[in-house]
């Protein structure tokens, strides 16, 4: 290993994983996030949840540069996020992320589907991509379905095929960005209990929901967001017995109550 002379100011401390200063984002006149500062530290699943329009899929895809900032600050284990080519490609193999809607290839089966960004971004040789991917599709619980096409599964094996496409590129933070939303009611928990897994199994979340159950069981953190703000963040059994801002009571007593 070469020695680099690193100043105080780039020694992180191991805990801190994801960290967002002051960062700012306008979609034209609307300002969808306003001085956001978040701190996610390494093992830490932390469940974003506000009203619609709030920012959370904003703050979610700026994380790995799917969106951009207009000022402020991101890093991701003590590096600031690189603003395109190489390194932003292997930014995002660090950054795994799960969308609403799947996002797999058509045309290739699921193994393919695990195995490709193993292959060409981690240059993973072959056989050991498809050692790893088999080992992830059955840790989804889909290792039957690897040689089907994604039209071919449920809405719900497809999500758990694409947290497998994901995790195999041994990303250091998970993204999930509403991850059940597209889904029927039956095959959500399917999907949540794969996550709940994760978090079980220490990984780094970060994950935008409507799912109240999944963010009190599975968070250590919730952070409520209302008009681009982050106005309350707190741990789960606190933020839903007693929240302390009157715009999270309203959301609570809106969603909780029917």
């Known amino acids: ?70 000022d402020g600050a991101i890093s991701i284990d003590g590096k600031p996020l690189p603003q395109e080519g190489k390194e932003l490609a292997r930014l995002r193999a660090d950054v795994g992320m799960v969308f609403q809607s799947f996002n797999l290839f058509a045309h290739k089966t699921v193994l393919e589907n695990v195995m490709l960004g193993q292959i060409k971004v981690r240059k993973i040789d072959k056989k050991k991509a498809e050692e790893n991917a088999r080992a992830l599709l059955d ?9 089907k096409y994604p039209a071919q599964l449920s809405g719900g094996q497809q ?62 953190r919730v952070v409520f967001m209302a008009d681009g703000r982050i106005v309350e963040e707190a741990a789960p059994e606190q933020f839903f017995s007693n929240p302390r801002s009157d715009r999270a009571k309203d959301f609570l007593s809106k969603i909780l109550h029917h």
């Open 139 to 147: 840790r989804v619980g889909v290792a039957t379905q690897a040689d």
């Open 159 to 220: 999500q758990r095929v694409a947290i497998a496409r994901a995790l195999a590129m041994d990303p250091k933070v998970m993204l999930f960005d509403e991850p059940t939303s597209a889904l029927d009611p039956e095959m959500i928990n399917e999907v949540l209990e794969v996550m709940q897994q994760l978090a079980r199994d220490g990984m780094t979340m970060i994950v935008v929901t409507h799912e109240m159950g999944f963010a009190r069981s599975a968070a250590n």
């Open 1 to 70: 290993m070469t020695e680099v002379s690193v100043t105080k100011e780039d020694v992180v401390p191991t805990g801190e994983l994801v960290v967002l200063k002051s960062v700012n984002k306008h979609f034209g006149a609307l300002h969808v996030l306003q001085d956001i500062d978040l701190t996610i530290a390494r093992g830490e699943v932390v469940v974003v949840i506000g009203p619609s329009g709030s920012g959370k899929s904003t703050l979610c895809r700026a994380i790995n540069r799917l969106e951009t900032i207009d």
